[in-house]
């Protein structure tokens, strides 16, 4: 996790063309921002090494590689000893289908965002392996309808 880096407009600049499109050349970031490219390039550079910039990676359309569903799930647990949420954080976040994972504060106690091929895997995910886990009390799915707005 990075340290809070003081960002100028410049900064800002190139992370919203890099979140666009992290795949520009630095002599068309450069452009974009009003910058030659030597500059430009230390700019990145200095936003990597600091951990503004924490990665690049291809964002896949789900239908294409066969995970077209995309369901929310609210999850509760009973359990309240270390080892069993442990165990529980660990397997859940294993899972191929498990997309997002988050701890939450207050009801539900977790945020799980799977995707997978159909309702039928679906089933098979939410059945077979998170319904069967210890310490596991409600499990509350959400179909969605239209996805509006992502940033992943």
Not at 20 to 30: H, I, K, M
Not at 37 to 54: Q, S
Not at 109 to 119: E, K, L, N, Q, S
Not at 122 to 129: A, I
């Amino acid at each position: 996790m990075s340290n809070t880096v003081a960002l100028d407009r410049l900064d800002r600049e190139i992370l919203f063309h890099l979140r666009q499109d992290g795949r520009l050349t630095n002599v068309e970031l450069a452009k974009r921002v009003g910058l030659t490219p030597p500059p430009c390039l230390r700019r990145v550079k200095r936003l990597e090494e600091a951990g503004v910039i924490a990665g690049y990676r291809a964002v896949l359309d789900p239908a294409a590689v066969g995970r077209g569903l995309e369901v929310l799930i609210d999850l509760e647990v009973y359990a309240t000893d270390r080892a069993t949420i442990e165990a529980f954080e660990d397997t859940v976040a294993s899972y191929e289908e498990v997309v997002e994972f988050r701890r939450l504060f207050g009801r539900p106690d977790y945020f799980i965002r799977v995707a997978v091929a159909d309702h039928a895997a679906y089933e098979d995910f939410q059945t077979r392996k998170l319904a069967g886990l210890a310490g596991v009390l409600r499990v509350t799915s959400h179909l969605t309808m239209k996805k509006i707005k992502s940033d992943i």
